[in-house]
């Protein structure tokens, strides 16, 4: 069991209404399984509205702050005065009671990705604990630590912001004995005055280090300054990764293959060779900042690089699909989806592996596939991001893209600013190009799309599916 009445009630305080046992913890009924404990958040719905759902379908029982109407006199209830706090109160408990070794995970990209490559590489060599979805704000972080079991080796929290302030009180509550900075980059810029503005923040997450813990920082950003005097203040230990001379972990290269990625790396001097599964330098970052954690922790670094081998992307976030159009002539286009979040970083990785992707020629109505780029807004950029958008037209390389089509008001300045050759169509929205979606590809074309999660082109991503059935996939992400 994962939490007993008892043992809840010392954490939060509270006062149950009998005795029991969970197994998980849940927030939604949807998503509930017999014996969990339900917590009856406050968020865009009321959790209280649900609460007799949930013990309908056989949770063990619900965490509230009031007693909702028309339940029944028997019913199983945690009552505390704030339930967030409650959550937040489980969280802590559960960190103070296991053994598991934390990673804190934070970055203007790829937070995600990495958390997923720690999963597997650490569960190669323990039990890890880890969030399905990407549960890094205000609620997903307690929820993640409130339902890691006592016997997990390791834990990995991601922790993410929309504003300053965020960061702190989250790794404060996860006390990760490791974090790791993936990078800095223009993302929430209309929540701070600076790029500057966002490392503070990012770098905030050192304030939760475990005494005697480990940052593991990026070491050729123009703000890794910043980020290794907040570790040095804080007494921590500092590893290094990335490209720059110096750096602990240093990326020598990384060849691109159509679905994976060959990297050369040095680890402390001593040549590494290791892959992911995914197209592009970014995932090779990604794994080199995951070797890195993986020496701090101790683990055995020939299993950490063998393992990494093994990631696959989530849902969202770069994963290439071949979806045939014709199962007799076996033609066929591949897909990148890359609909769950854009801002400038993450945008000119996506538009890196679409560059070095191979389109097949001959197989459809067009002589040549193409690389085709369906882009959607990149939000919460602030009073620059006419600019910021503008500025993808001068992303290099751009030019193998044969057609970039834009979506959203804010993608209308790339529009504009992209050579006639290359534009395809603009529209407000992502529903405007559904209709056209047979017409925008061929067999043999490779087509990126890519967007924040708010301009909802992964309607795109759909529709593109439906055009046929799903082949056997590669993986990427962003």
């Known amino acids: 069991m ?28 949807r998503t509930l399984q017999p014996g969990d404990l339900f917590v009856a958040l406050k968020d865009v719905r009321d959790g209280h509205d649900f609460v007799a759902t949930a013990l309908e379908k056989g949770a063990a029982a619900a965490l509230v702050s009031r007693v909702p109407d028309g339940l029944s006199s028997g019913a199983s209830l945690l009552v505390v005065p704030d339930v967030l706090k409650a959550l937040e109160d489980l969280g802590r408990a559960a960190r103070a009671r296991g053994r598991a070794r934390v990673v804190g995970v934070t970055g203007s990209v790829g937070k995600t990705s990495t958390k997923e490559m720690l999963r597997v590489v650490l569960g190669g060599q323990g039990q890890v604990h880890a969030a ?48 790791v900075i993936t990078t800095v980059a223009p993302a929430h810029l209309e929540a701070f005055d600076s790029i500057e503005g966002i490392a503070h923040e990012k770098a905030s997450i050192i304030e939760g280090l475990e005494p005697g813990g480990v940052a593991v920082l990026p070491a050729d950003l123009p703000t890794s300054p910043i980020l290794g005097a907040r570790a040095r203040g804080a007494g921590a230990g500092i590893v290094t990764f990335g490209a720059a001379e110096g750096a602990d972990y240093r990326l020598n290269s990384a060849q691109i293959g159509d679905d994976n990625t060959v990297v050369r790396a040095l680890r402390r001097g001593q040549p590494v060779l290791y892959k992911v599964m995914s197209p592009g330098r970014h995932f090779a970052m990604n794994g080199l900042a995951v070797l890195a954690v993986a020496d701090a922790l101790g683990l055995d ?32 286009f591949e ?18 592996v679409l560059i070095n992707a191979r389109p097949r020629d001959g197989i459809g109505s067009k002589a040549k596939g193409r690389r085709i780029a ?57 529903a405007a190009l559904l209709p056209r979606a047979r017409q925008l590809i061929d067999a043999g074309d490779i087509i990126l799309v890519k967007g924040s999660k708010g301009i909802k082109v992964s309607l795109m991503v759909d529709a593109l599916r439906k055009l046929g059935q799903p082949a056997a996939a590669a993986q990427g992400d962003v």
């Open 335 to 352: 897909l990148i989806d890359d609909a769950f979040n854009a801002n400038p970083a993450s945008m000119a990785a996506s538009l890196e």
């Open 132 to 179: 399905e979805a990407s549960y890094n704000n205000h609620w997903g972080v307690p929820l993640t630590l409130a339902r890691m079991p006592r016997e997990a080796d390791f834990a990995v929290i991601e922790i993410g912001m929309n504003h300053p302030g965020e960061i702190a009180p989250l790794s404060r509550m996860a006390r990760p004995d490791v974090v």
């Open 374 to 430: 369906i882009l959607g807004d990149m939000l919460e950029l602030g009073p620059e991001e006419a600019a910021l958008h503008a500025a993808i037209a001068q992303t290099p390389g751009l030019q193998a893209v044969d057609i970039i089509h834009c979506v959203g008001p804010r993608m209308r300045a790339l529009h504009a600013a992209l050579p006639r050759g290359q534009r395809g169509d603009w529209v407000e929205s992502a």
């Open 2 to 29: 994962l939490w007993t009445s008892d043992e809840a009630v010392a954490a939060t305080g509270g006062h149950s209404t009998g005795v029991w046992a969970a197994g998980g913890v849940s927030i939604d009924t």
């Open 301 to 332: 670094p020939v299993i950490a690089a063998t393992d990494l081998g093994r990631w696959q992307p989530p849902a969202g976030r770069g994963v290439r699909e071949r979806i045939v159009l014709d199962l007799v002539e076996e033609t066929a």
